[in-house]
């Protein structure tokens, strides 16, 4: 009997070890949400992170990377300003002044730099050089100038992992501008989508696309595109929306992180609805 | 994953890592090549900040895949002719194929998609980027 697994195994052994391996692939598939595993990544992340942002800091030698981060900066500022004062001008007034209107969009930005980036049409992932030194934690919002990047889904000590909207994994509440439509927003893998919106909804080519007062892990007026193409499904009572992104990933080197955490915002006033303590 | 980016086609991005798995199949026989495409694959997952064993996956099938073609008496020629070129190709866009499959559950794709877009064309551009390796095979051996 050992013989014959001993022929067994010497002669089916690149097939045992594929099928090993490949069981151990989807095993860690799995397990992509545990806290070892992730304590693992976020150790090695950290590691490769600061090589790669060595290389990039001598790439970049002759640049004033500074002097642009403090002006990229500055423009998320007033881009972010820019949609709000839009919303306020859509907003009617006298309503604002009935519900004692405050504004709370006084955000906290950090700059950082993309030292790495998974470039696929799948799966979008940016590395950045900022982390929980910084203050960014999980589910932060990240932009630039121009509109939504992406969330921080990781963070290590320095650096931190932004999914960005060109992801299968990306799904965000969003609204029309102009109309105050709301939808979800995903990634097909070609295209952002707003699936099912229904066909008499107020929407049309070229409206502003903004992150929703309903998401709850974004905080509202986030500008994420404009809608570039609107087709009804089958039936005609629904229709589809192709949004055509603000940000071009490609092209984007720096980034904005909003210190903001709405869901904590969220989860403290449910517990006290609810009677607890946060 | 710095250069990467600046050498992609839109959506179409080389894989050089799965180049370095098929010379190792082509180097040391499919068992070796097998384990050398997991390991490849995990360091890839560890520092892209993807989802941690799809790469693993997809590249694991791609050394056993390559070691198919592993011959000890022909190992030159595999790694100096255009013949590596074709294992490359077959290797990237199988490799391309399931590593998509495995990261896109959340979405709904074609086949035609999957096979064209992200199986046949990255295979071609990672072919491409194997042709500086058997040029320098070629020199090396004087052929």
């Known amino acids: 009997m050992p013989q014959f697994i001993r022929v067994f195994l010497s002669k089916f052994k690149e097939y045992i070890v594929l099928v090993l391996l490949l069981i151990l692939s989807l095993v860690l598939i799995t397990l992509n949400n545990n806290d070892k595993v992730r304590n693992v990544r976020l150790y090695t992340l950290g590691f490769f992170a600061s090589l790669n942002s060595s290389l990039l800091q001598l790439t970049s030698v002759f640049e004033n990377t500074e002097y642009i981060e403090s002006l990229e900066k500055h423009n998320a500022e007033l881009m972010l300003e820019n949609n709000r004062l839009r919303i306020y001008g859509l907003e009617n007034q006298k309503l604002n002044d009935i519900l004692n209107f405050q504004s709370t969009t006084n955000y906290k930005i950090e700059t950082a730099k993309i030292i790495s980036r998974l470039v696929s049409k799948i799966n979008g992932y940016f590395i950045i050089n900022k982390g929980i030194e910084n203050e960014i934690s999980e589910g932060m919002p990240v932009i630039t100038d121009e509109g939504f990047v992406g969330i921080i889904i990781e963070s290590s000590e320095n650096y931190s992992v932004v999914r960005t909207f060109e992801n299968s994994l990306f799904k965000v509440a969003v609204k029309i501008q102009r109309s105050n439509v709301n939808g979800i927003l995903n990634w097909d893998g070609k295209n952002l989508l707003i699936n099912n919106v229904p066909t008499t909804d107020d929407v049309e080519v070229g409206d502003r696309v903004v992150i929703s007062e309903l998401s709850s892990i974004l905080p509202p007026t986030i500008p994420v595109g404009i809608v570039s193409e609107k087709e009804s499904t089958v039936s005609g009572v629904l229709s589809n929306l192709k949004i055509k992104p603000f940000v071009e990933l490609n092209s984007t080197r720096n980034v904005m992180v909003i210190k903001v955490h709405k869901s904590n915002e969220l989860d403290s006033l449910l517990y006290k609805i609810v009677g607890g303590e946060k | ?143």
């Open chain 2, 1 to 143: 994953m710095s250069v990467i980016p600046m050498i992609s086609i839109g959506s179409v991005i080389p894989d050089l890592v799965i180049i370095v798995v098929v010379g190792f199949s082509l180097y040391y026989g499919q068992f070796f090549g097998t384990i050398f495409g997991a390991f490849a694959g995990l360091f890839f997952d560890l520092v892209s900040g993807g989802v941690l064993g799809s790469a693993m996956f997809a590249k694991t099938i791609g050394g056993f895949i390559a070691g198919y073609f592993y011959n000890e008496n022909k190992i030159d020629y595999n790694t100096s002719s255009m013949f590596f070129l074709l294992i490359v190709f077959l290797t990237a866009a199988i490799n391309s194929f399931f590593y998509l499959l495995l990261t896109s559950s959340e979405i709904k794709l074609t086949t035609s998609y999957l096979i064209l877009e992200q199986g046949i064309l990255p295979g071609i551009y990672t072919t491409f980027f194997a042709l500086p390796v058997i040029i320098y095979n070629q020199r090396r051996k004087g052929l």
